[in-house]
DNA sequence: TTCCATACATAGATTATCTATGTACCTCTG
DNA sequence: CAGAGGTACATAGATAATCTATGTATGGAA
């Protein structure tokens, strides 16, 4: 029972598109902004976000391009498409319902309430 | 990209200690009990909960003891401890912080609001 | 020129969950 | 009573998601 991982528990590709469906970035900066939105809780890890975006783009939920930085380094951008956004909307209905029904099991915790 | 599956997402300890924090169960009722909660969301199947049942009650949350059901078949009943009970605690924390913040990335979600 | 941060990328290991299967016993039905 | 189906527990092997580790390349700072 070494479990003590980061249990990103699926939601990666949910936080990915929310944070583009804002405004285009690259995947360097994808890494800092949630880092720096859910700090202590967890980072995606670098393995962990390029293989995503670049199934992301496979599917044609997400497209890229190239732009050079003020430092002149290449960087490369993505933009979500439709296909991304309604995506998008899916897995976020998906995690809503399933947060709501765990909450729900979570209220519930606790020794049985003695009935009044 | 068959990724369709039951993400769980890490949950299914939370899940499992809260569902005995209330009352001694045995796994089939578990499972029973999770599906009639969360129903067209997802199933916890035996083969993910009975490894993690045992698991537990090998670090000490869980204690096990054998009963007889009215048909005369014998069921393992599990009961928190109360490391498992400081388990929960813990792990409850983990998941009500994690939701949160990806809440909040999601609540931003959209496009850009024109500042007014 | 050495080191560190940025930036992208991928192979291989770990971990979690699922699929499939097995055993055993009970109840119902023909 | 034989067979089917539900209950109940269990585990091996497959699949999927994430992490670890590493590699390349560049730019700026010490």
């Known amino acids: 029972m070494k479990g003590e991982k980061n249990p ?3 939601s990666t590709t949910l936080l990915v ?3 583009l469906s804002r405004s285009d970035m690259y ?3 994808m890494i800092a902004e949630l880092e720096a939105r859910m ?3 967890f980072t995606m890890k670098e393995g962990t ?8 783009e496979n599917q044609g939920a997400l497209k890229s391009y190239q732009k050079e930085a003020p430092s002149g380094k290449l960087r490369k951008y993505y933009h979500i498409t ?3 956004l309604s995506l998008l909307e899916e897995k976020k209905e998906e995690w809503t319902v399933f947060t709501q029904k765990v909450n729900a099991v979570l209220a519930e915790a606790g020794p ?5």
């Open 17 to 19: 598109l929310s944070l």
């Open 27 to 29: 995947g360097y900066q």
């Open 49 to 56: 976000l390029y293989p995503i975006l670049h199934a992301l």
């Open 8 to 10: 990103l528990a699926g």
């Open 112 to 116: 049985a309430p003695e009935p009044a």
């Open 39 to 41: 700090d202590r809780t």
């Open 82 to 84: 439709k296909k991304g």
